[in-house]
């Protein structure tokens, strides 16, 4: 497996941004201008449902690496053959509302069956919030040994704050926050903290030993493009005050 190189030195730097369309969302106008913002917005790489006219799209817009997220095997064939760079089982946040639930038997059927389609394509795999926090480490550890290149974090949807401001940002992001810190003192690869963080728990992120962040509702909520890039961009300028370079001189 080779990662794109312009994502690996991200990573090996722990300043990785990844701006997530979303899973469900297969509106390729809102795809388009999320897309458009992460690139304007200084971006490190995408992440589309599965779906290879969004990645054809995606492609078309921005020489961004461009990741697919699904929860079945298969459906990472076709966007993979239409050119995506990476693929990512998961984020699962979309489908807790609608009582679905994914354990850790789930998700490591999943990443075996993924590599067995895909043995060469980088894989990111994200953990469940819904488990326990060792269960967590134990998922992740599990998941490297099954092929994942990357281990994603999730837990946004968990957490009810009960502040407003930054207190309230701060207590939105602590799941995920734990599981990263939790998470990348196990294994040896690349860890991404998502769901629920912002450019206030974005450096919290890389300080608990994430390598990069990913963000989806803050920027594919807004109706505005302008709008969108700005958040973006402050969300790099937050992971600069951070970042760490790891690259063996």
């Known amino acids: 497996m080779t990662m794109h190189p312009s994502l690996k030195r991200a990573f090996d730097r722990a300043n990785a941004l990844k701006i997530i369309a979303g899973l469900t969302n297969f509106d390729a106008d809102r795809v388009a201008a999320v897309v458009r913002a992460a690139d304007r917005g200084g971006a490190t790489f995408i992440d589309l449902a599965a779906d290879p006219a969004l990645v054809q799209l995606a492609k078309s817009l921005t020489d961004l690496p461009i990741c697919v997220s699904a929860v079945e095997a298969a459906k990472f064939v076709a966007p993979v053959e239409a050119g995506a760079d990476l693929i990512e089982i998961g984020n699962f946040d979309a489908f807790y509302a609608r009582g679905l639930r994914f354990e850790a038997e789930d998700v490591l059927r999943l990443t075996r069956e993924t590599r067995q389609l895909l043995p060469e394509i980088t894989l990111s795999v994200t953990v469940p919030h819904i488990l326990a926090l060792d269960e967590q480490v134990e998922l992740a550890q599990g998941l490297v040994e099954a092929g994942a290149d990357i281990i994603q974090t999730e ?10 401001g930054t207190l309230g940002l701060i207590e939105k992001a602590a799941p995920t926050l734990a599981a990263a810190a939790e998470i990348s003192r196990a294994v040896s690869v690349p860890v991404l903290c998502a769901s629920g963080l912002s450019s206030v728990t974005a450096p919290m992120a890389i300080a608990a030993g994430a390598s990069g962040i990913g963000v989806g509702s803050a920027i594919n909520r807004l109706d505005n493009e302008v709008a969108m890039v700005a958040v973006v961009r402050s969300l790099v300028e937050a992971l600069a005050t951070v970042s760490r ?5």
């Open 155 to 164: 837990g946004g949807t968990s957490s009810s704050p009960t502040h407003a």
């Open 245 to 249: 370079d790891r690259v063996t001189p």
